[in-house]
């Protein structure tokens, strides 16, 4: 049993990245761990050069999701304006944001064209839990989620979050009680669960977390190492972690209907 902070994540399109092969820029189907500390930091006001603070926060949070909803798949293809390889501009030392490197671009640079993919009408129910160092209490980081410093995102600041995080404490609980908290409908207060209807959630819910491999009895966890445990965010290089992960049949209300009669 741990202490929780648990909250929503809506929007009609998410970016959760995964390592990038050429212009393929794919997406994986729950949030990383670098888009929730990402996420985190923006909420607390953590500046993206403040390596100390973002130390701070990358030891203290473990991080688990659950997906709500399947959702669908988007690819956008994105051009891109860059100097060409040949062009001298491009190593200059003055050359150091991405305005100075518009400002090097001739008319000879070709664009670039990358395929990045998204996920469409995705809920995910993400829960953090502090390490024995951390340096952030789960209070401290509610109140940055409910009054954040700089806009919050889902993963791209091209995906904005399309309803309110709604986080809560949670004390003494397991993960899955966590993970498994209701929040309010999405589509409209006033009609309890009417995003059942609009966006109805998976018959199959995946969950993820980190740390115990134990933490769902009876349940055989598919233990992975994903690349997305940020260690540098200057030179954008990550580390494997270790991921567990597991699909747990839901009952829907139509079911449980049925097995009350």
């Keep these: 049993m741990k202490d929780y902070l648990v909250f929503r994540l809506y929007g009609p399109m998410a970016s959760w990245g995964q390592p990038a092969v050429g212009g393929d820029r794919a997406t994986a189907i729950a949030p990383t761990r670098s888009a929730i500390l990402g996420l985190l930091g923006a909420a607390l006001g953590i500046k993206r050069d403040d390596a100390q603070q973002l130390d701070a926060l990358h030891t203290s949070v473990q991080v688990a999701t659950k997906q709500v909803t399947s959702t669908s798949l988007l690819r956008d293809f994105h051009t891109a304006e860059v100097p060409s390889q040949s062009s001298k501009n491009r190593y200059k030392k003055e050359i150091v944001t991405r305005k100075d490197e518009l400002e090097a671009i001739t008319p000879k640079d070709n664009p670039v064209l990358s395929k990045r993919d998204y996920r469409c009408d995705g809920i995910w129910i993400v829960a953090i839990s502090l390490t024995q160092d951390s340096h952030f209490g789960l209070e401290q980081l509610k109140q940055a ?35 498994d908290h209701s929040f ?31 933490e769902f009895p009876g349940e055989t966890a598919l ?11 200057d030179r954008w290089q990550f580390k494997q972690r270790t991921m567990h992960q597991i699909m747990v049949q839901q009952i829907t209300q139509h079911q449980a209907k049925i097995e009350e009669a």
């Design 184 to 214: 309010p409908s999405i589509i409209d207060s006033d009609k309890p669960r009417l995003d059942d209807i609009w966006l109805p959630p998976n018959t199959l819910s995946t969950y993820t977390w980190e740390g115990n491999v134990d």
């Design 145 to 179: 989620l409910i009054k954040p410093v700089y806009v919050l995102s889902l993963g791209r600041k091209s995906c904005p979050l399309a309803a309110p995080l709604m986080p809560v404490l949670l004390a003494s609980v397991s993960l899955r009680e966590a993970l």
């Design 223 to 233: 233990t992975t190492h994903p690349w997305d445990d940020p260690i540098n965010r």
